[in-house]
């Protein structure tokens, strides 16, 4: 085995990456994907079906679902939970294909107690607030709070906010190339 389960963890798939650390109480089921060099908290719950990219790190008490794609590099604050069914019912229950898929790409950041709803995508590097509740895509770079959560900024891949005129707060000034914000040489 070439990745650590605490004594207390429970790691039951069999696709779990180099490198990737799963602690004490978490819960990775069979069927879930975890890529290389992950770390996922203590009481943590990774549901079959789910995936996970490389180095992605799930702080403690997250719930990531069946249907849920995390991209390499994704964040993913302490007590976020993800749902997969918009009609949850448990007398009419849905057939499990028919979920829908929530994407969080690559280089991302969800702040603590955020609810991310079923069938956004959350864009490249983007950064959602502590508490907000996703309801709908947010743009790669955006930041994002509040309930619904609302665009308030720019940030860049490394996590500075950019105003308005992409002018960072670290004094660089940044343009838009091929989707991504860049810092301006």
Request: glycine letters at 12%; proline letters at 3%.
């Amino acid at each position: 085995m070439d990745y650590f389960v605490h004594e207390r963890g429970l790691a039951e798939s069999d696709s779990i990456g180099t490198g990737t650390r799963i602690w004490a109480f978490a819960h990775v089921m069979a069927g879930a994907r975890v890529g290389r060099h992950c770390n996922v908290g203590g009481g943590a719950f990774i549901e079959n079906g789910a995936v996970l990219g490389d180095h992605v790190t799930i702080k403690n008490g997250v719930q990531v679902w069946s249907g849920v794609e995390l991209a390499d590099w994704v964040l993913v604050g302490t007590n976020d939970t993800y749902n997969n069914d918009r009609i949850p019912r448990v007398r009419y229950p849905l057939d499990p294909s028919s979920l829908e898929t929530t994407r969080v790409e690559e280089g991302a950041s969800i702040g603590a107690n955020a609810t991310i709803v079923c069938g956004v995508v959350i864009g490249r590097s983007a950064m959602i607030g502590a508490g907000a509740v996703v309801v709908r895509d947010v743009p790669a770079h955006a930041l994002v709070v509040g309930n619904p959560a609302r665009r308030i900024g720019w940030v860049s891949d490394r996590g500075e906010r950019v105003d308005e005129t992409l002018m960072g707060t670290d004094g660089r000034r940044y343009a838009w190339r091929s989707h991504r914000l860049q810092p301006v040489e």
